[in-house]
């Protein structure tokens, strides 16, 4: 069984069996209003010093309804663990309580961190999902741990750091035939069936994306045909080239026609360029102190003002927020727009690390006022 046929070929199929298959209509989004290209969100349900994690929670329901409303495409959970500033260890349960307070809205990982977990166990969770929510559900996967290298040991047990680098694709290989139940009869795995799932019934999946901060992910994203998501929120400076690798090496296949690649950007908007800045410079020195074995809960706006940076902090942290697009909404469209267009990427997906909930909310209000944004069927006012 090689890597890239399994994958592929088990989206050919599923990508044929009808609308709730994994073909273009469930990827592609609509832009809304003025915006460039769809909109969405990615989600780290950051906590703020003073907050706790079931505040963080409850904001990324009131996110997920706001953006279910003014015609942001999907809301997707990324997967940290060992970070006291944020409260997504488990993106799949988190996904399951915003699929039971929204309608609409495409929801997913952004991803799972498919090295810490079972394939069957992915399978099973993201099956479980498209049962609670058809036809809504996203399953985007990385390489990396989404932590430090003791928190990865505690997640996998022994033996399982060091792995090969082919070992990505063959377990993205294994979890495709969970997802479609269709091992070979001669496989180990041939009567192993993630329920809920295909065992039980024709049934649709959810489309598969690859995530990543390098070229590897681009390339293999490219080669099976599928979306791809790049992080530029926090690795700007290989954007064009991963890009350029995934469109270079992107084959057609029943999922996809053509490449489709969105991109995660730092973004806060406020009402004045002062409360942006405030509240940008608290994700940044939570970044800061990350970066340096220091994790902690998001600093508020006048502790990140009165720290004392050094030099080199200063550089650091002048570097980071000169990636977040942040100001006034007309002074964020602006940038978003430039960044779709230096890009062409096909979405963008706004992630905001602030140390307020509700500061987070108003930005992808915001947002959508710039544009004029609502929802398909939605009157505006």
């Given at each position: 069984?090689?890597?890239?046929?399994?994958?592929?070929?088990?989206?050919?199929?599923?990508?044929?069996?009808?609308?709730?298959?994994?073909?273009?209509?469930?990827?592609?989004?609509?832009?809304?209003?003025?915006?460039?290209?769809?909109?969405?969100?990615?989600?780290?349900?950051?906590?703020?010093?003073?907050?706790?994690?079931?505040?963080?929670?409850?904001?990324?329901?009131?996110?997920?309804?706001?953006?279910?409303?003014?015609?942001?495409?999907?809301?997707?959970?990324?997967?940290?663990?060992?970070?006291?500033?944020?409260?997504?260890?488990?993106?799949?349960?988190?996904?399951?309580?915003?699929?039971?307070?929204?309608?609409?809205?495409?929801?997913?990982?952004?991803?799972?961190?498919?090295?810490?977990?079972?394939?069957?166990?992915?399978?099973?969770?993201?099956?479980?999902?498209?049962?609670?929510?058809?036809?809504?559900?996203?399953?985007?996967?990385?390489?990396?741990?989404?932590?430090?290298?003791?928190?990865?040991?505690?997640?996998?047990?022994?033996?399982?750091?060091?792995?090969?680098?082919?070992?990505?694709?063959?377990?993205?290989?294994?979890?495709?035939?969970?997802?479609?139940?269709?091992?070979?009869?001669?496989?180990?795995?041939?009567?192993?069936?993630?329920?809920?799932?295909?065992?039980?019934?024709?049934?649709?999946?959810?489309?598969?994306?690859?995530?990543?901060?390098?070229?590897?992910?681009?390339?293999?994203?490219?080669?099976?045909?599928?979306?791809?998501?790049?992080?530029?929120?926090?690795?700007?400076?290989?954007?064009?080239?991963?890009?350029d690798l995934y469109r270079q090496s992107f084959r057609p296949s029943a999922v996809?026609?053509?490449?489709?690649?969105?991109?995660?950007?730092?973004?806060?908007?406020?009402?004045?360029?002062?409360?942006?800045?405030?509240?940008?410079?608290?994700?940044?020195?939570?970044?800061?102190?990350?970066?340096?074995?220091?994790?902690?809960?998001?600093?508020?706006?006048?502790?990140?003002?009165?720290?004392?940076?050094?030099?080199?902090?200063?550089?650091?942290?002048?570097?980071?927020?000169?990636?977040?697009?942040?100001?006034?909404?007309?002074e964020v469209a602006a940038g978003l727009d430039a960044l779709a267009k230096r890009t062409g990427a096909d979405?963008?997906?706004?992630?905001?690390?602030?140390?307020?909930?509700?500061?987070?909310?108003?930005?992808?209000?915001?947002?959508?006022?710039?544009?004029?944004?609502?929802?398909?069927?939605?009157?505006?006012?």
């Amino acid at each position: 069984m090689s890597d890239t046929g399994a994958v592929g070929g088990a989206g050919a199929g599923a990508g044929a069996g009808g609308a709730a298959g994994t073909g273009t209509g469930t990827i592609r989004g609509a832009a809304r209003g003025r915006a460039p290209v769809p909109l969405s969100v990615l989600d780290l349900v950051t906590v703020g010093a003073g907050s706790t994690a079931t505040e963080a929670l409850r904001t990324s329901v009131a996110i997920s309804q706001l953006a279910e409303a003014r015609g942001y495409h999907r809301h997707w959970v990324a997967e940290h663990h060992s970070m006291p500033g944020v409260a997504s260890s488990s993106p799949a349960v988190i996904l399951a309580h915003l699929a039971a307070h929204t309608s609409r809205i495409r929801l997913g990982s952004g991803g799972v961190m498919l090295p810490n977990h079972a394939p069957l166990a992915v399978a099973e969770q993201f099956g479980t999902l498209e049962a609670l929510a058809p036809g809504r559900i996203d399953l985007g996967l990385g390489r990396a741990p989404g932590t430090d290298g003791r928190a990865a040991a505690a997640l996998r047990g022994p033996g399982r750091l060091d792995e090969a680098a082919d070992e990505f694709p063959r377990r993205l290989a294994e979890l495709v035939r969970f997802l479609d139940d269709d091992f070979p009869d001669a496989h180990p795995y041939a009567r192993v069936h993630a329920v809920p799932g295909p065992v039980q019934g024709p049934t649709g999946r959810p489309p598969l994306w690859l995530l990543g901060s390098s070229g590897f992910s681009a390339r293999l994203a490219g080669e099976l045909g599928l979306p791809f998501a790049y992080a530029h929120h926090f690795s700007a400076a290989g954007t064009l080239p991963a890009l350029d690798l995934y469109r270079q090496s992107f084959r057609p296949s029943a999922v996809l026609d053509a490449p489709y690649a969105l991109i995660g950007v730092s973004t806060l908007a406020a009402d004045t360029d002062g409360d942006a800045r405030a509240q940008v410079l608290t994700g940044a020195l939570s970044m800061l102190r990350l970066r340096s074995g220091r994790p902690g809960l998001i600093p508020s706006p006048e502790e990140a003002a009165a720290y004392d940076y050094t030099p080199l902090e200063r550089e650091f942290v002048d570097s980071w927020l000169a990636n977040v697009v942040h100001g006034t909404p007309d002074e964020v469209a602006a940038g978003l727009d430039a960044l779709a267009k230096r890009t062409g990427a096909d979405e963008l997906m706004l992630t905001s690390s602030a140390h307020s909930g509700a500061a987070r909310l108003r930005s992808y209000e915001l947002v959508a006022d710039a544009y004029g944004m609502v929802a398909e069927g939605t009157r505006a006012d």
